[in-house]
């Protein structure tokens, strides 16, 4: 399966600040996807980063909160805007391949902590 | 709203014994399913997929769906201390969509 590699691997930042976290590929994947996984809890998906045009964002979440960006099919970025301390919460990326049977792979994801 | 199910645990299970994890979802287009392993403080690993009914086995791990009963079962064979980690269910449309809905997840824990 694919390497997919994030960074930042974790931070810590001041409420109020953004974050963008970058993951990147080790080869072209049709599919990326980035989570939100509050402590304790399970992934919820934030949006899918679509190549070449805007992410679509499931419900509870908007463009203007987590914008993304997919330049190509290797790399992606998630920003965290004007964050408060309900924003902390582990963020991973994952990538897929289009069929409904292709598993997702996951990145070691971000730890954020928001002060 | 599309929902998959897990029992929270925590699930104690004596090393060497069979475990048990079970996983129900509503969406009754839901076609294939995963079964991801996190261990504390990493990222979830996939063990098993499985698309069709009955069995699918790999190593230790058989995977079980039953699409009437809308049921996915993980079972892990001679337990190890190694396994003690949180289980999580998840499944896809194969309707249009790639997206997973996980479920809550299972904490396995495997007593020496």
């Known amino acids: 399966s694919a390497v997919i590699s994030q960074k930042p691997s974790r931070d810590i930042c001041q409420r109020g600040t953004s974050l963008t976290i970058q993951c990147q590929v080790d080869?072209?994947?049709?599919?990326m996807f980035w989570y939100r996984q509050q402590p304790g809890q399970s992934l919820t998906l934030i949006a899918t980063?679509?190549?070449?045009?805007?992410?679509?964002?499931e419900s509870g979440f908007v463009i203007d909160k987590f914008p993304i960006s997919r330049p190509n099919l290797t790399f992606s970025t998630l920003t965290v805007s004007n964050m408060s301390p309900e924003d902390s919460s582990i963020y991973l990326c994952?990538?897929?391949?289009?069929?409904?049977?292709?598993?997702?792979?996951f990145g070691d994801g971000t730890r954020l902590s928001i002060l | 709203q599309k929902e998959v199910e897990q029992n929270s645990g925590p699930l104690s299970v004596p090393e060497g014994a069979i475990a048990s994890l079970n996983c129900t979802y509503s969406d009754r287009g839901s076609q294939s399913f995963f079964w991801y392993r996190q261990y504390s403080g990493k990222s979830p690993e996939l063990i098993m997929s499985i698309y069709s009914n009955g069995d699918k086995e790999d190593g230790r791990f058989t995977a079980q769906l039953n699409k009437a009963s809308q049921y996915v079962s993980l079972l892990i064979r001679d337990s190890q201390p190694s396994d003690s980690a949180t289980y999580l269910c998840a499944g896809v449309s194969n309707f249009g969509n790639e997206k997973l809905t996980f479920g809550t997840g299972t904490r396995l824990t495997i007593i020496p």
């Open positions: 080869s072209q994947v049709t599919m």
């Open positions: 994952s990538v897929g391949d289009p069929g409904g049977n292709q598993p997702q792979h």
């Open positions: 980063a679509n190549q070449g045009s805007e992410a679509t964002y």
